[in-house]
């Protein structure tokens, strides 16, 4: 099974970021689906905020960053103490970003 966007204005990478949130992943857990078993289907049932095109390149630029970083992670590239000091600092702020963006 697969979850993607089905319209061609919300990329692939915001539902990766809003499904890897604190606040989605506790309203899951609260309201949808306490068990360990995650469900696509119960996935569906999580409200989805539309971004606006500065909200959307503000988590892009962050999601590539957090792919630049895993990939010189996994090529040792740098210090993976360094790199994941880098990664804690941008989960950070895109947590923050999905509580502004649920205005919570």
């Known amino acids: 099974m697969s979850l993607s966007s089905i319209v061609d ?3 692939n ?3 990766i970021i809003l499904l890897n ?4 992943f506790d309203y899951y857990r609260e309201y949808i689906n306490c068990t360990v078993n995650i469900q ?3 996935i569906r049932q999580l409200p989805i905020v539309i ?11 962050l999601f590539q960053r957090i792919i630049e970083l895993k990939k010189k992670m996994f ?10 000091e880098e990664l804690s600092k941008i ?9 502004e963006l649920y205005s919570v």
């Open 9 to 11: 204005f919300l990329p």
């Open 75 to 84: 090529n040792n590239i740098f210090q993976e103490t360094s790199i994941e």
């Open 21 to 24: 949130s604190e606040l989605l």
């Open 51 to 61: 971004p606006t095109n500065e909200q959307l390149d503000t988590c892009g630029s």
């Open 40 to 42: 696509i289907n119960d």
């Open 91 to 99: 989960e950070l702020k895109l947590n923050d970003f999905v509580c």
């Open 13 to 15: 990478y915001y539902f």
